[in-house]
């Protein structure tokens, strides 16, 4: 990603800078935007010298005739600058509005691409509805601006200072007069702004604490149902959206202060200027025809400000958004991976596996270790079960391997390389992790499956299904390997979507297996028919199993007792119901049950 501002002020319109990467690439469409702007405020200005010269040319004409041939002329050069203005500001309309959806979904694109990349650990502090708020409602700020308000804010600009310049040279002395007195808009209105900001940043805070509420929730329906918690739901969300209404009412109240100050100055600003021409066409200083165009300029000077009072408005709430999405981009996850990955091959028959003095504490729970000082080694094609309470730190071995987290201490290596070594593609692309709790995603069963090697074919994922004895329930679905399984596969029992999931994993045929109880929502019969298939993938590869139920691991060619997060028992499943130790006691406990 490029570079940006390394800290670009707090609470002014300059966090909008954090945008310049984006825009960078358009450098071309901007530099055409910004000419038609220029040259559709230079026809605006233009409007005011075409209206004199109608005013003291076509009307003071002595004939009637050459009367009429002047005001001919004129109104034919007051309909070319209508022309000109129109198709420049249509030019620039469209270029503006192409480059605000062109950035807006880049910034989208590379936001979401850039939160995919982080480690868990970002996602124990940050909320998923709260970054989906920052996808769609900051986003849609920052395309009301750049596609909309900065191009209205900069051709108002330009207008504003032509029409003072023209004012100032025309009538020296009033427009210094007014320039100072526009100090006493500018001040008061700058102080007012940064008040808008502020409360901009706090609303939108507030919008995306109930948009976290309600992703929770909805990711829980059935739980929500099952403990008839909707009443109890709906009011904490109801809260919060209060909350989130009250600070935007505090916004809009500090802005529409802040749009009334404007108004009221730039009308006082305009009467003035009106008084003071009046009083020059008096005197004679001034023809009627000057004092038309000094009036038109004036009113382009004042609607210059009005708008651009507005338009600031708009850039505080976009800077709000900006630097909410800057701190999503500049998040830094703390696994990644290395400048210069060491090469590794792939080995054909299951890979080498090493835990050296492994010490791993959670960033939430920096005192409580999941793991001490853990030392285990496996070998290419061998299965080892990992067994133990809750707690014990089964789950945190997989994290580890996976590279989600980092050892606080020692070293993992696969292959004899260590993990912090490889590229994460290289290290997750050689792990087939079948999970406790089965993902589906929103696609037909075919997608599903093939996730695990997008470049399958459809042989190969039937192939994978039957493996996993899941080719009979797809088939008997409405479309069969084409239906669609709704959110999260809920129009799926739990056992076929565990089954899909062993179906993926099977299909990407990685030389390193992880199973997290890989069988927990089967019953009886598919339980059998399961194991039987992984049984059949283990062959010729590494497999790590996590089991509570002692039963599934009994065949295991080593089975690891884990503790506090330490081993405190190794062996085969024999052996260990002899020694009398912590394995033998739970398997006593389940057998006897």
């Known amino acids: ?171 020296p002395y009033v427009m210094s007069l007014v320039l100072l007195a526009l100090l006493g808009v500018v001040l008061p209105a700058m102080a007012f702004g940064r008040r808008v900001r502020r409360l901009s940043r706090a609303s939108q805070d507030r919008v995306a604490d109930s948009s976290a509420i309600a992703a929770e929730v909805l990711n829980a329906i059935p739980v929500v149902q099952s403990y008839t918690a909707e009443g109890r739901e709906a009011r904490r969300f109801g809260e919060a959206t209060d909350h989130a209404f009250h600070t935007g009412v505090r916004r809009t109240r500090a802005r529409a202060l802040l749009v009334a100050f404007v108004i009221v100055a730039n009308a006082a600003l305009l009467l003035w200027g009106l008084y003071q021409g009046t009083q020059a066409v008096l005197a004679g200083r001034i023809t009627p025809g000057h004092l038309g165009q000094t009036v038109v300029y004036v009113i382009i000077f004042a609607g210059a400000v009005a708008v651009l009072g507005e338009v600031y408005g708009d850039l505080l709430r976009a800077a709000g958004a900006t630097e909410r999405l800057m701190e999503l981009l500049d998040a830094r996850s703390p696994v990644a991976s290395p400048p210069q990955p060491a090469p590794a091959r792939v080995p054909a028959g299951g890979s080498a596996l090493e835990l050296q003095a492994v010490t791993f504490h959670y960033p939430s729970r920096p005192r409580q270790p999941a793991l001490r000082q853990l030392s285990l080694a496996v070998a290419p094609g061998e299965t080892v079960a990992l067994v133990g309470a809750s707690g014990a730190g089964k789950t945190t071995v997989f994290q580890l391997l996976l590279r989600f987290y980092d050892p606080t201490e020692g070293r993992i290596l696969i292959d004899g390389v260590t993990v912090r070594e490889m590229a994460l593609s290289e290290l997750r692309g050689r792990i087939a992790i079948v999970p406790q709790e089965p993902v589906i995603f929103s696609s037909s069963a075919m997608d599903n499956i093939r996730y695990g090697r997008p470049q399958a074919s459809d042989e190969e994922v039937v192939a994978a299904a039957r493996a996993a004895f899941a080719h009979g329930f797809i088939e008997a679905l409405p479309e069969g390997y084409a239906t669609f399984l709704g959110e999260r596969g809920v129009r799926l029992s739990g056992g076929q979507r565990q089954r899909i999931a062993i179906a993926r994993a099977m299909l990407k045929d990685a030389p390193l297996l992880l199973l997290d109880e890989a069988t927990s929502a089967l019953d009886a019969e598919s339980e059998r028919m399961v194991q039987a298939a992984l049984q059949s993938a283990m062959r010729g590869r590494t497999t790590l199993v996590i089991a509570h139920r002692l039963a599934t691991v009994q065949q295991a060619d080593r089975i690891v007792v884990l503790e506090q997060g330490r081993i405190v028992e190794q062996g085969r499943h024999e052996a260990l119901v002899a020694a009398g130790g912590l394995y033998a006691r739970l398997a006593a406990l389940q057998f006897m049950d």
């Open 1 to 171: 990603m490029a570079s940006r501002p390394a800290d670009p002020a707090k609470g002014s319109p300059r966090s909008l800078s954090g945008l310049a990467p984006f825009l960078r690439p358009y450098r071309g469409r901007i530099a055409a935007a910004g000419l038609f702007l220029v040259l559709a405020a230079a026809a605006t200005l233009a409007f005011p010298l075409a209206l004199r010269g109608l005013i003291d040319g076509g009307l003071a004409a002595s004939q009637r005739g050459e009367q009429l041939l002047a005001l001919r002329e004129h109104f034919l050069a007051l309909f070319a600058v209508a022309v000109a203005l129109g198709l420049f500001s249509a030019a620039r309309f469209y270029m503006v509005s192409w480059l605000g959806e062109r950035v807006t979904a880049d910034l989208r694109s590379a936001v979401y691409a850039h939160v995919l990349r982080q480690s868990p650990e970002f996602f124990e502090t940050t909320q998923t509805g709260e970054v989906l708020s920052r996808l769609t409602t900051d986003t849609t700020l920052v395309q009301t601006v750049v596609g909309s308000s900065l191009s209205l804010g900069l051709r108002n600009a330009v207008m504003g200072v032509g029409a003072l310049a023209m004012l100032v040279w025309t009538n």
